[in-house]
């Protein structure tokens, strides 16, 4: 059989932070993307978030980077108000038939002034505001929407439902934009994969009609408050009462609405999410009004991914959140102001009666119809729970060949794993498409570069509100006229959000109307927006370098929120000090160097060897690093996944799949003992068992070295025989041993090692692992008494019908809590557990036959001495820190680095996978590229100072200073010497500069009068 | 208002310049006397730097880099170290107390090292007075 000739581009479905990294991936490793978005701007759910957990980022502030990245991405083109209408073909080449509806406002000629939606007379409510406030029939769908252009709602506006009624709109449109004879477009592309990341839907809570939403107004979703505490929201970031705008003092929130509750909801599974955005929320509403009361009503906290815990316990402790553990099953009005009243048991066992002013339903998320008929249409399976189903081992491939999914439509998961799966499924495409990699995309093209060099200085300053993040507590209109009196500056103007995609535009247009040669943006940090701007002053045909960022945001109005008038000066002196610095910048030229287009893979676990295959199967060769004489690590000591898969069978297959693909060269009992090198060109050490060492050559890499298992030293264990940990009890229970065999009484303790003062954390994979044994034990032999105590049962997302299975067996959960941890004793030939029972309020004895601690998963001592040598941070729990926990979840703050696996993180093995395919595809975008572009701050020689003192040479850590001969010599005849730089070796760290007394060498973008200027330009006022 | 020292920072791009961001980010509030200036490493901060800020009003200025032996760039923050002890000499020459000139170290994820180093040398030099203070009283 012939086998289809395979295209090289992508469908994504889904414009939301999943798909749009996905997109962006594949993008930049060199597939075309068609991203499909259902409504008129891409963003997704994100871009309706005030903040994220657990840095309490700005949402809006770490996507727009993302969204303006894609709107400008020369091989991604986006389509909106479109929906895939029809599929035929076969995987690899697939026709995609994709509906466009009618904007009604033509994208070309539309400015996005805003004009048509101030005259517009109709109103109604706002899907993303979520419902709390009103737009207008003619809108645009967020303010810094990609694309930035308008829309007119058809269901809405009154001139399309009756001609000759309105057209207000078309008449003030200065720009002709508004198109009432739109029409619908259908659209065929040929590509070669689909994936699928439509998202989900919040749960709506009015069918169910106990919690009084939609008939009291007090009763909001978690997603309206959200839009309630956002600074673009309806209320502009203020929480006040929807019903009366009284302030709010007390605030419940109630848990697991639409998640774990088939009877009024239908719904089994736990969305995941919902438990800390309670808690990010509760912190938020207490942030925006000191004195206010909060209380979450829970089942368990399910608080279960990197930093949750650590977040859950400050809110606790230090911010006074108030955690109920109790489900509430109603809310009531109590009088006629718009109070609501709350009953419930309370963990003493009394009904109690509370009042509050508002009550905030924290909605589950679902996937709705619309999608489960576009799942249909392509033909894909999908869980009993309505998401995407595939194996654990390939948790982003469907059941149809060609057609991969992502994100929340693949099951209910926070951001940082959205973004995770958005990557893996660019990974898993890139496989499956590798013959056709670079068939359809084309080179980004900039436009020359002006030549300013002949020019003074024009500075044009722009000073970002960040929404209220800035402008919240800074003056900007004082900011802006001080920045006007300073030297050279042309130009200032304010922006909502400087990263925003049509602020992209007006700086281009300003460079280009003010002849503006340097920019000054006083914003957030350059450590995550520099970048964005460099970008842009490139498509402005201006060097890159050319702008500098004030940082009056992290190092101001955030720090100084308390203070607005010395947040004022200050803001005023780091606009002052950025400016003077970009007075004397000059266009600096970027430098390339080819990349060796090879992988190293650290790890031969689970992880790694997904990752090295990856890489392997996308046409890369790869390194993969083991130190033990045998690959597998920790899932070797698995039996089953969470969904039931054979865990030993598919780490079999998978280990012969690495023996056998030739791209992949197998360094088993070998370490890492050395690195040079930076990224595209890596020089890494390997040392192996007999002391032999070999050096290679790589352009990436990737660590995966796993975690371990923590050893107890508390319940008896390593004292009492029969106390045991969980991986030590599935062996024993794999061999039949007597003890398990014959055991009638079997104890679990969750926790153990986890979530304690010294490991303030989850490890993620414990609840599900010992549900799965305690069922397991149970379908033996129904006869057996089976305790869970658990301090919250974590069974998130679709794991949650393990836990309902469990106790329909007659599994026993008991509750404990830190400060009354269960007590184990040997008692002859069995172990007596004690215990409070929380439900009957009083002590209990269990006598067990075996007890089976779920011990904590701990980082390697390994990971130590990898980051020293890579130069990559540990967190304060000894695993790798990621550069942004939201948006570069594989990826190192050192270019060139990634991680996957437990290394990052205790994980289960379908997340491990996802993240090893992430890092693959993070990895591919730059081997897939013929040279990486380095930095171009590094060490310059002035030869009219340098006289080869050659002290810098000592000091350079990266031997990238040489002396040579200079073209002149000394009045004795001696050869004048004089130090020279080698560009590629150089990392600009500036130890020459602090060193040289002579001024004889510099940074590039960091000089000495550069810094000097930026000093007194501080010390100016 | 009471004397308001003004400090200079020197912030590495890789540790300490992240911790500020991270403390903004976790809302830590800290003396606004502190003007940071972003530098690639600790090891890049001139000698001369110092005694420019000192002889141009500033009344404090702190160095802050990685951890030793965490440094980006190997061991840029020892030769910082090392340097410091040259700067220190040299502030002793022009007549400045050693106390208004401060290194220390700091990870990204330590912004509340980073809070305490900021406070420390704001009130430190606030008890100190205005730099110079001296020779005008002399």
């Known amino acids: ?32 993307v068609y991203l499909i978005e259902k409504s008129g701007a891409i963003g997704g759910a994100m871009a309706q978030l005030d903040k994220t957990f657990p840095t309490n980022d700005c949402s809006m502030c770490i996507i727009a980077p993302k969204l303006v990245e894609c709107g400008r991405h020369l091989n991604i083109r986006i389509l909106t108000l479109s929906t895939v209408a029809g599929i035929s073909g076969s995987a690899g080449n697939f026709k995609i038939t994709v509906k466009e509806r009618p904007r009604y406002v033509d994208v070309d000629k539309c ?93 709506n809570p009015e069918a169910a009609g106990i919690w009084g939403f939609g008939k009291f107004p007090n009763v909001i979703t978690s997603l309206q408050l959200e839009r309630y505490l956002s600074a673009t929201g309806p209320t502009d970031g203020h929480l006040a009462r929807p019903s009366d705008g009284k302030p709010v003092r007390k605030i419940a929130f109630l848990q697991c609405v639409g998640s774990r509750d088939e009877n009024k909801c239908g719904k089994g599974y736990c969305s995941s999410i919902c438990c800390m955005a309670a808690i990010k929320e509760a912190s ?146 890139a496989q499956f498409l590798a013959p056709a990699r670079g068939k359809l995309t084309r080179g980004k093209a900039y436009p020359e570069e002006r030549d300013v060099s002949m020019e003074a200085p024009r500075i044009g300053v722009f000073v970002c509100h960040c929404g209220s993040n ?54 957030c940090t350059p450590r995550t927006h520099e970048y964005l701007f460099r970008g842009t002053l490139k498509a402005a045909g201006l060097n890159e370098y050319m702008v500098e960022i004030a940082n009056i945001r992290n190092h101001n109005s955030w720090v100084h929120a308390e203070n607005q008038q010395v947040a004022t000066t200050k803001a005023c002196d780091l606009v002052r000090m950025a400016v003077a610095k970009i007075t004397s910048s000059v266009p600096l030229a970027a430098v390339t160097v080819p990349i060796v287009p090879k992988g190293l893979v650290i790890g031969g676990g689970l992880a790694g060897m997904t990752a090295a295959l990856s890489l392997a199967e996308q046409g890369f060769e790869v390194h993969l690093v083991e130190k033990t004489d045998k690959l597998g690590g920790n899932s070797l000591n698995l039996k089953h996944t969470y969904s039931g898969e054979h865990v030993p069978m598919k780490v079999a297959k998978l280990i012969d799949r690495i023996l056998l693909n030739e791209k992949v060269i197998l360094h088993k009992e070998s370490v890492v003992s050395g690195v040079e090198g930076f990224v595209g060109n890596f020089k890494t050490t390997l040392k192996n068992v007999n002391g032999r060492s070999r050096t290679i050559e790589h352009g990436v890499g990737i660590v995966a070295t796993g975690g371990k298992i923590y050893s107890p030293d508390e319940y008896g264990y390593k004292t009492i025989r029969r106390v045991v940990t969980s991986i030590e009890f599935d062996k024993l229970h794999d061999l039949k041993e007597t003890h398990v065999k014959r055991g009638k009484s079997f104890v679990f303790i969750q926790c153990v090692g986890s979530r304690e003062k010294e490991r303030m954390y989850c490890s993620k994979v414990c609840c599900t692992h010992s549900v799965q044994s305690a069922i397991e034990l149970k379908r033996e032999d129904s006869s057996r008494n089976v305790y869970i105590l658990y301090r919250d049962m974590r069974t998130y ?22 400060h009354g941890k269960p007590k184990v004793t040997a008692n002859g030939k069995s172990i007596d557990v004690e215990l409070w029972d929380h439900v009957l309020h009083r002590p209990l004895l269990i006598k067990a036959d075996m007890v089976i601690l779920a011990a904590a998963i701990v980082a390697n001592k390994d990971a130590e001495n990898l980051a020293k040598l890579y130069n990559i941070p540990l967190e304060e729990n000894g ?71 050659a002290l810098c040479i000592d000091v350079c850590p990266y031997q990238a200073i040489t002396l040579v001969e200079k073209d002149a010599v000394t009045a004795d005849g001696q050869a004048v010497k004089i130090v020279a730089i080698n560009e590629a070796q150089c990392k600009g760290c500036g130890l020459c500069q602090g060193t040289c007394p002579k001024r004889g060498v510099y940074v590039a973008g960091f000089t000495l009068d550069q810094l000097r200027d930026q000093v007194r330009a501080a010390l100016q006022a | 208002m009471g004397f308001e020292p003004k400090i200079i920072a020197f912030c590495c791009n890789w540790c300490s310049y992240a911790a500020a961001d991270l403390a903004g980010t976790a809302r830590m509030q800290y003396p606004h006397n502190v003007r940071i200036i972003r530098v690639m490493c600790s090891g890049m901060v001139h000698p001369e730097l110092v005694l420019d800020a000192l002889s141009h009003g500033a009344d404090g200025v702190i160095v802050l ?60 030099v606030r008890k100190m007075g205005p730099v110079n203070a001296r020779d005008l009283a002399g």
């Open chain 1, 879 to 949: 695993f790798f820190q990621e550069a942004h926990v939201k948006l570069r979840p594989v990826d190192f703050m050192t270019d060139g680095m990634f991680m996957a696996g437990l290394a990052h993180y205790p994980k289960p093995v379908d997340e491990s996978v996802a993240q090893a395919l992430a890092a693959s595809a993070r990895a591919a975008t730059l081997l897939s590229r013929k040279e990486v572009t380095l930095d171009a701050v590094k060490a310059i020689v002035d030869p009219a100072f340098c006289d080869g003192c």
């Open chain 1, 470 to 523: 800035i402008a919240g507590v800074v003056d900007v209109v004082a900011v802006e006229k001080h920045a006007a009196t300073l030297p050279f500056v042309v130009h200032v103007e304010r922006n909502i959000f400087a990263c925003s995609e049509d602020t992209q535009q007006t700086l281009i247009s300003r460079i280009k109307e003010k002849g503006l040669n340097r920019i000054v943006v006083a914003a």
């Open chain 1, 284 to 429: 938020m509403v207490k942030e925006h009004m000191p004195g206010l009361s909060a209380s979450i009503f829970y089942m368990d906290m399910r608080t279960h991914g990197k930093g949750f815990d650590k977040y859950y316990e400050q809110a606790k402790s230090e911010l006074g959140v108030r955690f109920v553990r109790c489900r509430v099953h109603g809310v009531e009005p109590h009088g006629k102001n718009g109070d609501l009243r709350l009953r419930y048991i309370n963990e003493q066992g009394r009904q109690v009666e509370e009042y509050y002013d508002m009550v905030v339903l924290s909605v589950g998320i679902e996937t709705p119809k619309h999608m489960l008929d576009m799942a249909d249409l392509v033909g894909i399976q999908m869980t009993a729970n309505n998401f995407a189903a595939a194996s654990d081992f390939s948790p982003v491939t469907t059941s149809k060949e060609g057609i991969f999914t992502c994100g929340a439509f693949a099951g209910p998961k926070d951001i940082p794993q959205s973004v995770v799966e958005g990557s893996a499924a660019a990974a898993a495409v």
């Open chain 1, 797 to 818: 997302g679709e794991r949650e019908s393990l836990y309902k299975k469990a106790r329909q067996m007659g599994v026993v959960f008991i509750n404990y809590e830190l």
């Open chain 1, 111 to 203: 400015i996005a002034c805003g004009l048509c939606a101030e005259k517009c007379p109709k109103k109604v409510s706002d899907e993303y505001n979520a419902g709390t406030g009103r737009r207008k029939a003619v809108f645009l769908k967020y303010p810094q929407a990609v694309p930035l252009k308008y829309q007119i709602d058809p269901e809405a506006c009154l001139q399309l439902k009756k001609p000759g009624s309105c057209g207000l709109c078309e008449k003030v449109c200065d720009a002709g934009a508004i198109n009432f004879a739109d029409t619908e477009k259908a659209h065929a592309f040929s590509v070669g994969a689909l994936v699928l990341a439509p998202g989900f839907e919040p749960f």
């Open chain 2, 65 to 124: 880099g990685c951890h030793l032996g965490e440094c980006h760039y190997q061991d840029g923050n020892r030769k910082a170290l090392a340097r410091s002890e040259v700067i220190t000499e040299l502030l002793e020459d022009f007549g400045y107390e050693t106390e208004r000139y401060e290194i220390s170290w700091l990870s990204s994820s330590e912004p509340d090292r980073l809070v305490k180093a900021f406070t420390g040398i704001t009130e430190r």
């Open chain 1, 1 to 32: 059989m012939l086998e289809t000739k395979k295209v090289g581009s992508v469908m994504i479905v889904g414009g939301g932070v999943t798909g749009i990294q996905a997109a962006l991936d594949l993008a930049d490793a060199g597939y075309f």
